[in-house]
C-alpha cells in the first residue's frame, strides 16, 4: 500500500505559492517602470512603463513654461496612474506605440486637463475622473472604463479625431457630463462596445446649455441614459449599430439596445442625420454602421420633468437641421394654447351663470 506523505504535499503546495507570488512581484517591478512625480518643464522622454505613484501628483508644465512628456513605447510598454496628473496650458503628454497600435497604453486616472494629450497606437483607458478645461486638446482613443466619470467643463476643448469607446460591464455605469455648451461636438463618435456577453452602460448629463453629441454607435445589450437637467436643445448627430462581429446570432426584429432620456419633452431632442434611421414598432430601427441591409431596434424609454414614464407613440418630425424625437403622449404646444383657451371660456361662461 502506498503511503501518502500529506507534509510532503503541503510543503510543495506551499512552495509553488511562493514561487507563483515571487514571479509575480517581479513582473509588476518591471512592468511598472519609472515612478514619475513633481513639474517638467522643457521636453522630458520616457521609453519604458512608467506612471504616477499613489498620493503623487504630477504636472506637464505651467501657466508660464511649456512641458512636454514623450512616452514611447517599443513594447508592451504601459502608463499607469494612482496619483494625480495635470496637463497644464501649456503642457503636452504624448503617448505612442508603435509595435502594438491596438493595445491600452495605459490608466490616466485622476488627471486635469487644460493642455494636449496626444496618442498614437493604442488607447487610453480613463480609470476614475478625467475633468477637461479651457482650451484643451485630446486626440486618439480614448475608452471608459469600469464606472469612470469624464467632466467637460469647457466650450473650447478641441476633440477632433477622438474615438471615445465605452467599455463594457453591466455592473457599473460610466458617466460623461457635459457642463458647457457644444462641450463635445469636435468629437467623432461615441462607441458603445460589447465583449464576453457584456454590453455598455453609459449615462450623459447634459447641463442647461445646447448641446450636440456626436455619433453614437450602439452594440448588443448596451444601455444610454441622457438626462437633460435643463430645457436647451440637444442634437444627436447619428445614430447606427455596431455589431462589432458578434451580431451573427441576434434577432433584428429584438432591440439590442436601449436609450433612455430624463426631464424629456417634444422638440427638445434632435437627430441630425436619419440616414438608415426610422421609427418601426414604435421603436427607433437603426442600420449597422456602414451597412444598407444590416438592421436592428433600439428601445426608447422617456421621462418627462417629474420622472413620470412617457407612454405614447414615437415620430419623427422634420425641423430645421434635422427630425425631432416626438412623443404622442405630449400635447403640441398648440393644443395646450387651445386647451387653455376652452378653459377660460368655460370658467367665463360659469361666471356669467352665477
Known amino acids: 500500500m502506498k503511503v501518502v506523505d500529506y507534509k510532503l504535499i503541503k510543503e510543495v503546495i506551499v512552495m509553488k505559492k511562493l ?102 497606437g493604442g488607447s487610453f483607458w480613463s480609470a476614475t475622473l478625467l475633468n477637461v478645461y479651457g482650451n484643451a486638446s485630446l486626440s486618439g482613443s480614448f475608452s471608459m472604463g469600469y464606472g469612470s466619470i469624464m467632466n467637460v467643463n469647457t466650450s473650447t476643448a478641441d476633440f477632433t479625431g477622438v474615438e471615445f469607446r465605452v467599455d463594457q460591464g453591466k455592473s457599473t455605469t460610466s458617466q460623461l457630463n457635459l457642463n458647457a455648451e457644444n462641450a463635445i461636438s469636435t468629437m467623432g463618435n461615441i462607441k458603445l462596445i460589447y465583449w464576453n456577453n457584456a454590453g455598455s452602460n453609459l449615462k450623459i448629463t447634459v447641463g442647461d446649455y445646447v448641446n450636440a453629441i456626436p455619433k453614437l454607435r450602439f452594440n448588443k445589450d448596451s444601455y444610454l441614459n441622457i438626462d437633460m437637467l435643463g430645457d436647451k436643445q440637444l442634437s444627436l448627430k447619428q445614430i447606427c449599430f455596431d455589431g462589432d462581429g458578434k451580431d451573427t446570432d441576434y434577432d433584428p426584429t429584438q432591440a439590442i439596445a436601449t436609450i433612455e432620456f430624463n426631464n424629456f419633452d417634444n422638440d427638445k431632442v434632435l437627430i441630425e442625420d436619419i440616414t438608415g434611421v426610422s421609427i418601426e414598432n414604435n421603436q427607433l430601427k437603426v442600420y449597422k454602421d456602414y451597412s444598407g441591409s444590416v438592421y436592428s431596434y433600439i428601445e426608447i424609454i422617456a421621462r418627462d420633468g417629474e420622472g413620470n414614464l412617457i407612454e405614447g407613440n414615437w415620430t419623427l418630425v422634420e425641423g430645421e437641421g434635422g427630425y425631432w424625437l416626438n412623443n404622442s403622449a405630449i400635447p403640441e404646444p398648440a393644443a395646450c394654447a387651445a386647451l387653455l383657451g376652452f378653459l377660460s371660456l368655460a370658467l367665463a361662461a360659469a361666471r356669467r351663470r352665477k
Open 19 to 120: 514561487l507563483v507570488f515571487s514571479l509575480f512581484s517581479a513582473t509588476c517591478f518591471l512592468a511598472f517602470g519609472q515612478s514619475l512625480e513633481g513639474i517638467i518643464t522643457g521636453v522630458k522622454e520616457v521609453t519604458q512603463s512608467c506612471g504616477v505613484d499613489s498620493g503623487k501628483t504630477l504636472q506637464i508644465g505651467t501657466a508660464d513654461e511649456s512641458g512636454t512628456l514623450n512616452i514611447s513605447f517599443t513594447g508592451g510598454g504601459y502608463f499607469t496612474n494612482s496619483g494625480k496628473l495635470i496637463v497644464s496650458e501649456n503642457g503636452l503628454l504624448n503617448i505612442s506605440n508603435t509595435e502594438k497600435p491596438y493595445s491600452s497604453v495605459g490608466k490616466l486616472g485622476v488627471a486635469d486637463i487644460y493642455g494636449t494629450i496626444e496618442i498614437s
